[in-house]
């Protein structure tokens, strides 16, 4: 990545955590937590307003009822955005289901210490190849509407 911080904004109904979740990855030099919040709600605004390189989310915060229900409408706001579940417990069952939904990545909190920075960074690099790709499509099809004229 060129020297931009990766955005994240974190959910999780659980304040706590939060705390610990913002220091944990802001001890990262190339990551930067941009909003923490306690409900869904609350999320989408913070995600429409900051335009977040990533959305970590509890997916047991039960501001919205179905956790999972919460991902398809972050999706029509960030369609860009890396959007990672986290959940307690990181059974097969709930994994599928999460992926199902449309998370990117899942990862069980007990995992979190060696699981969760790899996602972030995977999910960053991901986002700015494609980022590039669309830029790339863009200025080529632009490039042969100028050379029609």
Known sequence: MSGKRISVLLVDDNVTFLG???????????????????????????????????????????????????????????????IIALALLGTDGYRRLALEAGVDEFVSKADMGAALLPAIRRLAQARCAGLAQMWLIRSQSEGESKARL
């Open 20 to 82: 610990i979740a913002t220091r944990f990855l802001e001890a990262q030099e190339d990551i930067e937590v941009v909003g923490a919040v306690q409900d869904k709600e609350e999320a989408l605004r913070q995600a429409r307003e900051l335009r977040p390189d990533i959305v970590l989310f509890d997916s047991a915060v039960t501001s919205l009822p179905g956790g999972l229900e919460f991902v398809p409408r972050l999706r029509e706001i960030l369609p860009e955005a890396g």
